[in-house]
């Protein structure tokens, strides 16, 4: 997906309709611009929901029920490594 636009005397830039579409931008939303070698990287700004920590905790335990017995400290960590074994060996 590459385009081009022009920048406006007063540093405007439009992102193509087809760009913005396949991305998801809509007028008005807020887009970080991060410098990256010689040129720019848009994205979408993280806006902070309002909510407090309990709040987001509790929509969580919501949407991820556990019905099983708490796992330990050890299995989440043979876990994590398996993960990252696994990933290891598709990256090979």
Same mark, same amino acid.
């Given at each position: 997906?590459?385009?081009?636009?022009?920048? &406006?005397? !007063?540093?405007?830039?439009?992102?193509? !309709?087809?760009?913005? /579409?396949?991305?998801? %931008?809509?007028?008005?939303?807020?887009? /970080?611009?991060? @410098?990256?070698?010689?040129?720019? %990287?848009?994205?979408? &700004? @993280?806006? !902070?929901?309002? *909510?407090?920590? +309990? =709040?987001?905790?509790? =929509?969580?335990?919501?949407?991820? !029920?556990? +019905?099983?017995?708490? $796992?330990?400290? +050890?299995?989440?960590? $043979?876990?994590? /490594?398996?993960? %990252? $074994?696994?990933? &290891? *060996? /598709?990256?090979?």
């Amino acid at each position: 997906m590459n385009a081009q636009t022009t920048l &406006s005397e !007063k540093g405007q830039v439009v992102i193509p !309709k087809d760009v913005r /579409d396949a991305l998801g %931008f809509v007028a008005g939303q807020r887009l /970080d611009v991060i @410098r990256s070698g010689n040129g720019v %990287f848009l994205r979408p &700004s @993280r806006q !902070k929901s309002g *909510r407090t920590i +309990d =709040e987001v905790i509790t =929509e969580l335990r919501k949407l991820y !029920k556990h +019905d099983g017995p708490a $796992a330990t400290i +050890d299995e989440m960590n $043979a876990a994590v /490594d398996a993960m %990252f $074994a696994a990933k &290891s *060996r /598709d990256e090979i």
